[in-house]
């Protein structure tokens, strides 16, 4: 494991070898940083936004805030998926004021009801007809990019998005070591057996760093380590390249006291099973495998203290139709997120004390979340 070139040796730090250099404190505090982190990572790349299933029927809405925008989700009445900006072409008023919603065939904005068709065309607005010289076409509402995987609507705002191989997937396939690792979860058609929303009083960068590192599983996640005893050693799925962490030798499953799971994602191999791996989608996604099920996070900074985290766990549709109890289950890592979120918060409390201006230090086990470091500076210069 690597740093990346743009972090600094510890030598030139004056830090001992063993250290590495965190961000500073103002990284996760600065109103002007969170803006630049907006501008330069949030609308430029991709975000994944939405459950696909979440919106069945055409009609069926979700709004998102994505950086500074919110973004209107929709599924039209051809059934593709279509993403607009959230603001009338008007005069600028929010259209939808919902989380989520359904509407019969159109959006109309509140204020002087001009009406735009689920695919974004302004379709009607009072006196329209008076005013000949206006070609409809050029007040549609603002396009956002969409792209589906793994069950996910993922947007992005910029004109020209990046590749999605090059960025999503190149993350999926550097912390599995191949892009086929995940395929055998089919996480496009597990079903969501639960969702549970986290509101965390700390920056999303505390949030990453949190689940790119161990060094605290042995302090803060008792239930985790008696499940996954080589985490109680610090290192993390994270941390390697390939690497599930294996089971403990008399652990049944991936629940809340390691009794049995539910039936085994019939694509899970061989080498797979009785594993749980972890990789990290920058900036916003954790995805977490284990042989019968997924739990997936989606992560929305809403201020440089604040950041709503909506936690999916994703079954076989029989075990979601047959109605099994997954209480055992899903309690697992509902109480790793309380933990994890619950010493996030803890960090936030510090970055702002004068002590913390030059930020602290990683330990060995640690040094990769560098590479994390290193990827925001190089997005926010
Ligand atoms: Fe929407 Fe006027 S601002 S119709
Ligand atoms: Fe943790």
Redesign the pocket.
């Known amino acids: 494991m690597t740093t990346g070139e743009l972090s600094t040796p510890a030598e030139d730090q004056g830090l001992p070898e063993s250290l590495r250099e965190t961000l500073a404190g103002h990284y996760y505090t600065d109103p002007q940083i969170f803006r630049a982190e907006q501008d330069r990572i949030f609308h430029t790349g991709w975000f994944c936004a939405v459950l696909a299933t979440d919106l069945e029927r055409p009609g069926q809405y979700e709004t998102v805030q994505i950086g500074r925008e919110s973004v209107i989700i929709t599924r039209r009445r051809d059934g593709r998926i279509a993403a607009h900006l959230n603001i009338c072409r008007h005069r600028g008023a929010r259209l939808c004021t919902q989380d989520k919603g359904e509407v019969r065939r159109s959006f109309q904005c509140p204020y002087h009801a001009w009406t735009y068709d689920l695919d974004g065309s302004l379709i009607a607005a009072p006196n329209l007809n008076a005013m000949p010289d206006i070609d409809k076409t050029d007040y549609s509402l603002h396009r956002v990019h969409t792209r589906e995987w793994l069950g996910y609507i993922w947007l992005c705002l910029a004109e020209t998005p990046p590749s999605f191989d090059d960025t999503v997937i190149a993350d999926v396939t550097t912390r599995l070591g191949s892009p086929d690792a995940i395929v055998g979860y089919d996480i496009a058609n597990l079903r969501l057996g639960r969702r549970i929303t986290y509101d965390v009083a700390a920056n999303w960068k505390q949030i990453v760093e949190?689940?790119m590192e161990?060094y605290?599983?042995a302090t803060?996640?008792p239930e985790?380590t008696e499940v996954l005893p080589e985490f109680a050693d610090g290192l993390a799925a994270q941390y390697f390249v390939g690497h599930g962490a294996a089971f403990g030798n008399d652990v049944e499953g991936f629940t809340i006291d390691g009794s049995a799971g539910l039936p085994r994602i019939p694509g899970v191999t061989h080498d797979q099973d009785r594993r749980y791996y972890a990789i990290t989608v920058r900036p916003q996604v954790f995805i977490n495998l284990v042989p019968d099920h997924v739990v997936f996070h989606r992560m929305f900074p809403l201020a440089p203290d604040r950041t709503l985290v909506h936690c999916d766990w994703l079954y076989l549709p029989q075990v979601i139709d047959s109605g099994t109890d997954i209480d055992h289950s899903v309690e697992l890592f509902h109480r790793?997120n309380q933990?994890?979120f619950d010493?996030c918060e803890r960090c936030q409390l510090g970055m702002d004390s004068w002590s913390y201006q030059k930020g602290g230090v990683l330990v060995p086990s640690e040094h990769h979340i560098g590479e994390f470091h290193d990827w925001v500076r190089g997005h926010i210069g």
């Open positions: 949190n689940f161990c605290h599983c803060i996640h985790l790793v933990q994890d010493a």
